[in-house]
């Protein structure tokens, strides 16, 4: 009977486990985020919005342009609007709701490269963050060179589905600060929960050291007061632009190593390594198999446990 009623506990425990959102974990813990306090959660904000707008920006080969925001909505509540503007390349309609709308949803996380974003968390959590703050969606206008309109849309997150809600979305026309039509670029207005404050630990702070280096980018800021702050480019000269490497044996581990294999479609162990590595040679490819007493005709999916053991020890 006693077995039973064991038995009995352990499959109502089993039965209340389920799997959990990787949004809706990082909605209870968005300290990971950096949203740790109101201080740090609209610092936080900007920084994610412009480390996209220079990354965007250089991409495309634009010389940034990047204006930042910042109002008190409800000072009682720490209630603060957010609104960052960029010259970009603008995010076409069907991928913003993705990069607004998604977490883990990137184009960097795979690549070895500098850049400054990677995991595909960023705007992403912004979103979450105002949503779960104040209740409202982030409002995003996108406009890309190919076509006469922009894209107005509000974005919110699903965070059980890890999914995008979007509403009251419209083609609208925007324009420069000239009255000229604007030709590509995007804007966020997000309202969050935060507290502006000054010093070393500041928006103004952030954005200024931003300025000097990004010497080629002109930054805007106005503050909740009103006051307007300038931070002109100085040079009209953009990043060299990154390429992506492929990784070095050195920086393999084993289980990193064995998915390669399994992945590979290479014929056989030599090309693996000439094609899938950083700074491997034909004749350093060969090397490593002799290292490893492994034969170069292998094929990579053919390597068992000890094998691949052995090769990622050449590699040392």
């Known amino acids: 009977l006693r077995g039973d009623y064991l038995a009995g506990i352990a499959d109502k425990m089993a039965s209340k486990q389920k799997q959990i959102a990787i949004s809706e974990f990082f909605e209870k813990n968005k ?33 940034p342009n990047i204006r930042v925001e910042i109002k008190k909505v409800d000072t009682n509540k720490d209630i603060l609007e957010l609104t960052t503007e960029d010259n970009g390349p603008g ?8 990069v ?11 690549a070895i490269r500098q850049s400054r974003g990677q995991q595909g968390i960023g705007i992403t959590g912004v979103v979450m963050y105002s949503q779960l703050t104040t209740g409202k969606p982030t409002h995003v206008i996108s406009k890309v060179s190919s076509e006469d309109t922009a894209v107005s849309v509000d974005i919110g997150l699903d ?24 030709e590509h670029g995007l804007k966020v207005i997000t309202r969050m929960k935060g507290k502006y404050q000054r010093g070393k630990q500041s928006v103004f702070q952030y954005l200024r050291m931003t300025s000097i280096v990004n010497p080629h980018a002109e930054i805007t800021f106005v503050d909740p007061d009103g006051e307007l702050h300038l931070w002109p480019r100085v040079t ?5 632009k990154v390429d992506a490497i492929r990784p070095h044996p050195h920086g393999i581990e084993l289980g990193q190593l ?6 590979s479609k290479d014929s056989r162990l030599t090309v693996f390594l000439r094609q899938n590595f950083s700074g491997v040679s034909m004749r350093a490819a060969k090397d490593l198999c002799d290292a490893a007493e492994l034969d170069i005709k292998l094929k990579p999916p053919k390597l068992d446990p000890d094998q691949i053991r052995a090769l990622l020890e050449a590699f040392q």
């Not at 064995?258 to 992945?263: A, D, H, L």
């Open 258 to 263: 064995q998915r390669m294999c399994r992945e």
């Open 159 to 182: 965070t059980r589905k890890n999914k995008a809600v979007k509403s009251n979305q419209t083609r609208t026309h925007v324009y420069n600060a000239d009255g000229s039509p604007k």
């Open 91 to 98: 995010i076409p309609q069907k991928s913003i709701e993705k």
């Open 31 to 63: 300290h990971f985020l950096g949203f740790d306090s109101l201080q740090r959660s609209i610092i936080t904000a900007v920084k994610e919005a412009v480390d996209n707008s220079l990354d965007a920006c250089e991409e495309a080969r634009i010389l």
């Open 100 to 110: 607004f709308g998604q977490l883990l949803f990137g184009s960097r996380f795979h």
């Open 236 to 240: 009209e000269r953009l990043p060299r």
